[in-house]
C-alpha cells in the first residue's frame, strides 16, 4: 500500500531523472551536432518538469482568486519556467545556427570527423 | 525619486539597452560609439555604486518597487560592488581595444553585431553581480553565456566554430545543473530570494533535497568557472576567440561564476553547511590543487601562446579556489582579492598577445621570436604581467599569493604553503617560454615589417599593464574591498 | 636641505636616471659612456653623503609606501647596510672604467643595453643596502635577480641561454620556495618584518621552530651560494667578464651575503639564535661548502670556473662567521663583505684583461704571461694573496677576525676549515702566480705577440688592487662600521 503509494505520488521525478539521464547521455554518447542539441533539449525539459510538477498542490485549483476556493496551485513555476524554455529555444537556435557553419566549414557534423579534421591543421598554424 | 535612487537598477538597463540600439543602428562606428557609452556609463554607475556601499552599507533596491521577497531585488553589498568595478572596468578597457582588433579578425559587416553581443554579454555579467533573487542570476547567466557563444564563434579559425559548439554543450549542462539547485531549494524554502532563502535554508538544514541542491549548484558553477576537471571547453575558447573577446572573458566570465559560487555558499546555504555536512574542503582542496599543477604543467608544453595562457588561466583558477578551501576570513580575500588581480593581469595578457597578432600575424611561439626586437614595448608588458602570473612582488599577483600563504600559514599547513610556491615555479617555466622566444631568437623573415599597433589598441593594453604594477604596490582598494567583503560573508552566518 | 635621509632616496634613484639617460645616448657612445661614469660619481657621492651620520651613530630612515598593512617599502640605513652600499657604489666606478675598457676591446654587441641594466642592477643593490624591513629587501632583491638576467644571457646564444636557465631556475626558485614563507610566516608571528637590534623573534618559536626558519630563510638567500643550492654562480660564468665582476664583487653575491648576515643579527638576533645551539648545522653546512668549493677549484681548468668556486667557497665564509655567533666572528664576516669585494673584482679583472688581450681562458695557457702582462698578472697575484689571507692583503685582517673569533668561542671545527681551506686557496692560486712569472711558455703556433690590456681595464684592477693593499693598511672605516654593528663601540 505505502510503495504503491510512494511511487505513484513520485511518478512525476521518476519520469524526471530519467528524462534527465537519457538527455545527458544523449548527449555524450552521441557524435552527430544535432543529436546533441537534441539531447540538451530532453535535458532541458526534464527540469520544466522538476518545477512544474510539484507546483499541482493536491486538491488545488487554478491559480484564479475566488472565494469558493481556499487552496491554490502555484504560480510561479509556470512562470520560471516559461523563462528557461525561452533560454532553451534561445539556446537551441543559437546551436543550431552553429551546427549550420561548421557544416559550411568542415562539410561535416560529426564530431569525431570534425576533430580528426582539427588534429591535422594545427601544424599549418605553426607556420 | 531622484536618478541616484535608480543606480542598481540603471546598471543592468543602460547596457540592456543598448543592445537593440546597437542592432538598428547597423553602421558600425556608431554601433561602437553607443556601446561604448553604455560601458562607460556602466563603470561610473559601478564606482558610484561603491562608494556607497562604502558609505553605508548595503544598498537593497526593488525592481519595480514590489517589495522583496515577492518581487526581484537588486541587492549590492561588498562583495557585489566589488565585481560590478571588476566587470565594468574591464568592459570599459577593451571596448576601446575592439575597434582596430576587430578590424582584423572579424568581417566587416559583422562589427554592428559583434559590438550588441558584447554589450548582452556585459548586461548579463552585470546583472549576475547585482542581483539578489536565485532565479534572476540563472537568467542573467545564460544572457551572458549566450552572447559569449557568439562571440567566441566570430573568431576567424573556424576552430572558433567548434569551441563555441563545445563551449555551448557544455555550458547549457552547467546551467541547467545550476537551474535543478535552484529548483530544488525553491521546492524546500518556497521563495527565490536570496537573503530570504538563507534564513528560510536554516530550518530545513541538512535534509537531503538541499544537500542534494548544494551538490548540483557546486557541478554547475564547477563547470562554468572551468574547475578542473571541468575546464574542458576554456582552452578552445580562449584559444579561438577574437583576441579582445579572450581578454574579456578571462577577466570577467569564470571571475563572475566564482562570485555566484560565493553567493550561494555563503548567503544561501551559511559556511556551516557547506564545509560542515559534506566534506566540501577536501573536494575543493584536491581539485584546486589538481588544477593548479596539471594545467600550470600542460601550459608549459604549448605551442601557441593563447592556449599557454589559456591554461594558465586554469591553474589560476585553482588559486582561487584554493582560498575557498581554507574556510577562513584570509582564505576568501585572497579568493576575492585573486578574482581582480587575475582578472587584470589575465586581460592585459590576452590584449597584449592581439597586438602580436596584429603585428606578427599569429600568437605562436615561432612568430613570436624576436618580439623583444620588433616590439618592445609589447614584450616587456608580458614579461611584467609574466611575473604578476608568478608572484614577483610589485606586481598585483604577489599580493594574491601573499594572502593566499597567509591563509595557509594561519591554519599551519606548511605543506600547502610549499605545494602552492611550487605551483609558482611552473608559472616561471611557461613564462620563461615566452621570454626565451622573444628575446633569443631572431624575428622571421615572413613578418610583415610596416604593421604598427594604433593608438586605440595601445593605450588600453598600456593602462592594464600599470594597472598590473598599480594594484601591487597600492592595494588600499583591492585588499580593503576583500577583506571587506570577505568579512561580510563569513559574518553572515 | 639635503639630509642624509634624502640621500637614501637619491641612492635609489640617481641609477634609474642614469639608465634613462644611457638609454637615450644610444646613438653616441662616448656621451653614453660618459653618462654611466657620471652617475657612477653621483652615487658614490650619495652614499658618502650618508656616511658621516652613520658612523656618529644615527640611523638615517626613509619610508616610501604601506603595501599592506605592517609591510611597508621602507629604509633604514645602518653600518652593515652603510658598508655594503659604499663597497657597491664605489666598486662601481671602477667596474665601469674596466666594463668600457673590455666592451670595446672585445667589440661586443647590444652595449646600451648593457650599461642599462648595470644601472638598474645598481639601483636594486642600494634598495637591498638600505632596505629597513625583510619585505623591502625581498622586493629588491627579486628585483636585482630579474634584471641581471639580462646581463648574465648578454651573448645571447645557446650557452647563455641554458646558463641563464639555471641562474634564474636557482634564485627564483629557492627565493620562491624558502624566503616567501618565510618572511609571511615572520609576519604573521610577529606582525612586522622590520630590521631591529636584537631582532625580533625573541621567544616566538621553539628552538625546533628558530631552526626551521633560519634554515627557510639560508637556503631562502640563494645568492649566499651555500650548497646544494651554488649552481647558478658558475652557470653565470657565460656572461661577459664585467658582468662576472658585477655578480661576484659588487651586487648579487655580495647581496647574498648581506642579507644572511643581516637576517642573523637583526631578525633572529645574535642572542635568540645563540640558545641551544640552533646554528650548529649551518656551521657544519658552511664548512663544508668552503672546503667542497676549495676541492673542486682546485681540478678547474678554466679560470673564471676556478674563481666562481672560490667565491662560493669565500661566501660561505661569511655565512660560517656569522653563523659562529661570536661577536669577533660577525665582525671579521662584515669586514670580509669588504675585503672579498676588492680581491674578487681584481681577480676578474685580471681573468678579463688576459681574455680581452691574449684569448686565453684556462689555467694551463697561462705559462709565462707574467712578463707580457706585468701589471694584469702583478693585480691577479694581489688579489690572491686576499683570497688566500695573507698580508699585505686585505683578506688578511677579515680571517684574522674570523679566526679569532672561532678561537673564542671554542668552536675548533670552524678553525679547522679555516685552516685548511687556506691551504686550499693557497693551492689553486700560487701555482697560477708562479708558472706566469717564472715558467717560459710552450712554443705554440698559435699564440701572437701582445701585450697589456686596454688601458681602461689595466687602470681598473691597478684601482682595486691598490684598494685591496690600502685595506689592509688603512681598514678603519670598515672596522668602525663592523663594530658599531654590534655595539662593541670605537
Known sequence: MNTTMTLGGHFTYFVTIFLMVAGLFIVIARGNLIKKLIGLGIFQTSVYLLYIAPGKLVGGTAPILSDAFTVYSSPLPHVLILTAIVVGVATLALGLALTVRIREAYDSIEEDEILNMDAVPSRQEQA | MSLAQHLPALQVVIPLLAAPLTVLLRHRTLAFAVALLASWTAFAISITLWL????????????????????????????SSFMLVLVSGMASVVLPYCRSSIEDEVPQQQHYLFYTMFVLCLTGLLGISITGDAFNIFVFLEISSLATYVLIALGRDRRALVASYQYLIMGTIGAT??????GLLYLMTGTLNIADMGQRLAAVQGTRPVLAALAFLTVGISLKLALFPLHQWLPNAYTYAPSAVSAFLAATATKVAVYVLLRFYFSVFGQSQVFGQLPMQEAMLLLALAGMFAASATAIFQSDLKRLFAYSSVGQIGYIILGLSFDSVSGLTATILHLFNHGITKGAIFMLLGLVALVMGGTSLSRVQGLGKRMPLTSFGMVICGLSLIGVPGTAGFISKWYLLLAALEQGQWWLVFLILLSSLLAVAYVWRFVEAAYFREPRQDVDANATVPWSMGVPTA?????TVYFGLSTGFTVGSASQAATFLMGAR | MFTADDAILAALLVPVLGAIGIALAHRWPNLREGITLTTAVALLACVLNILPSVLAGARPTATLFSVLPGLEIAFEVEPLGMLFALVASGLWIVNSIYSIGYMRGNNEAHQTRFFVCFALALSATMGIAFSGNLFTLFLFYEV??????????????EKARQGGRVYLGLLMGTSVVFLLPALVFIWYLTGTTDFTAGGILADKLSPAGLMGLLALCMFGIGKAALMPFHKWLPAAMVAPTPVSALLHAVAVVK???????????YIFGLDTLGVNGTTDWLILLAGFTIVSASVVALGADNLKRRLAYSTISQLSYVVMAAALL?????????????????????LFFAAGAIYTAAHKTEVSQLDGIGRRMPWTMGAFAIGALSMIGLPPAAGFVSKWYMLSGAMASEQWLAVGVIALSTLLNAGYFLPIIYRAFFVTPAHDEHDHPHGEAPLPMVIALTATAAGTVLLFFVPDVPLALAKQMLGLGG
Open chain 2, 463 to 467: 593602462l592594464l599593464v600599470a594597472a
Open chain 3, 144 to 157: 636585482l635577480t630579474l634584471i641581471t638576467y639580462p646581463l648574465v644571457t648578454h651573448h645571447g646564444t
Open chain 2, 177 to 182: 545543473f545550476i537551474v535543478i539547485g535552484i
Open chain 3, 255 to 265: 647581496a647574498g651575503v648581506f642579507s644572511v648576515v643581516k637576517v642573523i643579527v
Open chain 3, 326 to 346: 661570536a661577536p669577533l666572528s660577525v665582525v671579521g664576516a662584515t669586514l670580509h663583505i669588504a675585503a672579498h669585494a676588492l680581491g674578487k673584482i681584481t
Open chain 2, 52 to 79: 556607497q556601499v562604502d558609505a553605508s552599507g548595503t544598498i537593497s533596491y526593488a525592481i519595480g518597487n514590489w517589495p522583496p521577497p515577492w518581487g526581484i531585488e537588486y541587492r549590492v553589498d561588498p562583495l
